[in-house]
T-cell receptor, first 109, second 114 residues
Framework: GQTIDQPTEMTATEGAIVQINCTYQTSGFNGLFWYQQHAGEAPTFLSY??LDGLEEKGRFSSFLSRSKGYSYLLLKELQMKDSASYLCACMDSNYQLIWGAGTKLIIKP | NAGVTQTPKFRVLKTGQSMTLLCAQDMNHEYMYWYRQDPGMGLRLIHY???????AKGEVPDGYNVSRLKKQNFLLGLESAAPSQTSVYFC?????????????FGPGTRLTVL
């Protein structure tokens, strides 16, 4: 079966750095997405990786290792507004997204 | 541009009742999707459409039907609602999903079936 695993919940301090991990096993691979979802709202796109390595976008970076089936999302200089769930999703061989259950990130002052 | 809109935002049904959820997008996207989101689980694909007049089953299609008569609209129907269909329903749209094309989501419909 196809699986996406990520931690259920993480806690971090305002101003700090946090890394959210995602491991995956899918039938085929056409890239990995990270989305942010605030409570009660829709998911919004953060990043996309298809090649190994780090993609940086402001305070957020995403890393991919295809050989290890592993990705992480790195958030720097955490702000209270970063409190949200972070969803990892893989695009399989049919170009459909397989979603993880999400990681709820709690930011403390 | 409104992006992706969904109606209604909230709904309470009794077991056995029927309803239709409407999704509309103004981005001229070919692909449209219906997902459900339940606590502790990832988004699960119910049905999707690759273009006007076409629909296909996703991971959890049972108990739902869909129609895409116009490119901008994608309807999700529940013929006889069951408590197991209590969930948050998201519609999304995208260009032809050639790798990096992201999906754009509507605000969601919170459905409770009693």
């Amino acid at each position: 079966g196809q699986t996406i695993d990520q931690p259920t919940e993480m806690t971090a301090t305002e101003g700090a750095i946090v890394q959210i991990n995602c491991t995956y096993q899918t039938s085929g691979f056409n890239g990995l997405f990270w989305y942010q979802q605030h409570a009660g709202e829709a998911p919004t796109f953060l990043s996309y990786n298809v090649l190994d390595g780090l993609e940086e976008k402001g305070r957020f970076s995403s890393f991919l290792s295809r050989s290890k089936g592993y990705s992480y999302l790195l958030l720097k200089e955490l702000q209270m507004k970063d409190s949200a769930s972070y969803l990892c999703a893989c695009m399989d061989s049919n170009y459909q997204l397989i979603w993880g259950a999400g990681t709820k990130l709690i930011i403390k002052p | 541009n409104a992006g992706v809109t969904q109606t209604p935002k909230f709904r309470v049904l009794k077991t056995g009742q029927s309803m239709t959820l409407l999704c509309a997008q103004d981005m001229n996207h070919e692909y449209m999707y219906w997902y459900r989101q339940d606590p502790g689980m990832g988004l699960r694909l119910i049905h999707y459409s690759v273009g006007e007049g076409t629909t296909a089953k996703g991971e959890v299609p049972d108990g739902y039907n869909v129609s895409r008569l116009k490119k901008q609209n994608f309807l999700l129907g529940l013929e006889s609602a069951a408590p197991s269909q209590t969930s948050v329903y998201f519609c999304a749209s995208s260009h032809v999903p050639d790798r990096s094309d992201e999906q754009f989501f509507g605000p969601g419909t919170r459905l409770t079936v009693l």
